[in-house]
Nanobody, 120 residues
Framework: QVQLVESGGGSVQAGGSLRLSCLAS????????MGWFRQAPGKEREGVAT???????TYADSVKGRFTISQDNGKNTLFLQMNSLKPEDTGMYYC??????????????WGQGTQVTVSS
């Protein structure tokens, strides 16, 4: 049974930093593609960053240069370092996993989310 548990959210002022973590269990972590998504109130969920099993990374244009996705395969943990946070980064952040380790599509497994609030 795949389980993803996020932590690290909170409230910060604009310009601040947060580090999100996602502990994965119930599957062979290295065979999956992992990603971070977010959803702001009244908006659709959007992709923030993904990381493939081979380490290749993609970022949404809105977070490039400010956010860094990484993983510790030995600890089955995914991270999202968020720097220079802006109020528009506010939302619920979700960790997700897909078995599509090649194309990183079709995320079927999701965590419960962790709230990030950035005040101006």
């Amino acid at each position: 049974q795949v389980q993803l548990v996020e932590s690290g959210g909170g409230s910060v002022q604009a310009g601040g930093s947060l580090r999100l973590s996602c502990l994965a269990s119930g599957y062979t972590y290295s065979n999956y593609c992992m990603g971070w998504f977010r959803q702001a109130p009244g908006k659709e969920r959007e992709g923030v960053a993904t990381i493939k099993h081979d380490g290749r990374i993609t970022y949404a244009d809105s977070v490039k240069g400010r956010f860094t996705i990484s993983q510790d395969n030995g600890k089955n943990t995914l991270f999202l370092q968020m720097n220079s946070l802006k109020p528009e980064d506010t939302g619920m952040y979700y960790c997700a996993a897909t078995r599509d380790s090649k194309w990183c599509l079709g995320f079927a497994y999701w965590g419960q989310g962790t709230q990030v609030t950035v005040s101006s």
